[in-house]
């Protein structure tokens, strides 16, 4: 049990880096001696310290590190990145008993990190709250796993299932509360994806004015670059690709990607996505491109706010979740908002 109480606190550490790490992995770290945390840490941003190296900088007396418990909630790396290997920083610090909540299954560490250890007289124990580590870098095992980012998928409707007019006119569905949240989510997700049908009618900025924290990288399908110049989307103020069939270019801040397969968009634009390292891609419309990867199966989870009150008299249908288990409803008044999870594979 004690295990668990410290990796639980590590995992709660790692949480601290949700949106700043990408496309590194959330790690959280706590060194353990005699039952008492003498040192914690986690990674805070790409290219800082990594968990392991903030936790044993914040031990006082380094001669306790011998005889501590060191719990991380990812194996640690075993090769020379950003940072150099906190495998070795361990071993060099007199670290004896290390316990790792999940295998890294990055091929450049996948189990050399725990070799490491092993073959410096360390003792490891591998697996404690392992499914909850999981959950909490579920984007880093599916970007590695399924080969292509992490896809969430967020629309609001109407109490009659509506998530647009009939005209495609702009209509605020969802309340103040679920608008901030939006903005709290995009802070969280590497990328931001829309249709030219809501960067058209909607002009959104893709960014988080309602939350501190990280402007995603925008991302946008416009096949046949019809969508004029002025909206915000092309105004450079921050990473934005234009998924297109017309041509390849790089602007500042601006990149045309020229699609080669008008059969397989959606996959081309996943594979170019995690060839760009993003791990986590969320979809905020419209309807078209959300069915479209619904009917594909491309995605992962989906948020939807469905108001209590808000009706149109006529629109366009929100779409319907096939494969997708109900998780949660919360009541964010005046909306509810539904987590579904798609089990149809393991991520």
Known sequence: MSDERYMRRALDLARLGNGFTYPNPMVGCVVVHEGQIIGEGWHRAYGGPHAEVNALAAVEDKSLLPK?????????????????????????????????????????????????????????????????????????????SQKRPFILLKWAETADGFIAAADYKQEQISGKLAQRLVHKWRSEEQAILIGSRTALYDNPRLN?????????????????????????????????????????????????????EKELML?????????????????????????????????????????????????????????????????????????YRNNSFNN
């Open 68 to 144: 501590s418990r060191v719990y991380v909630t990812l194996e640690p790396c075993s090769h020379f990145g950003k940072t150099p290997p906190c495998a070795d920083l361990l071993v060099n610090s007199g670290v004896k008993d290390v316990v790792i909540c999940n295998t890294d299954p990055n091929p450049l560490v996948a189990g050399r990190g725990i070799k490491k250890l092993f073959e410096a007289g360390a003792q490891v124990k591998v697996g404690v709250l392992e499914e909850e580590g999981l959950e909490l870098n579920k984007r880093f095992f599916t970007f590695l």
């Open 208 to 260: 988080t004015r309602l939350w501190t924290g990280r402007n995603p990288l925008r991302v946008v399908i416009d096949k046949n670059l019809l969508l004029p110049q002025h909206l915000h989307l092309f105004d450079k103020s921050q990473p934005t690709v234009v998924y297109n069939y017309q041509k390849q270019e790089e602007q500042e801040s601006l990149h045309y990607v020229q699609l080669q």
């Open 267 to 339: 996959p081309q634009i996943m594979q170019d996505l995690h060839q760009r390292n993003v791990l986590s891609v969320m979809v905020e419309g419209g309807t078209f491109l959300l069915e479209s990867l619904l009917q594909a199966n491309l995605w992962d989870e989906a948020l939807v706010f469905k108001s209590l009150h808000k009706t149109l008299p006529a629109g366009i249908k929100a779409p319907g979740i096939a494969y997708g288990q109900l998780q949660n409803v919360q009541t964010l008044s005046p909306d509810q908002l539904f987590h």
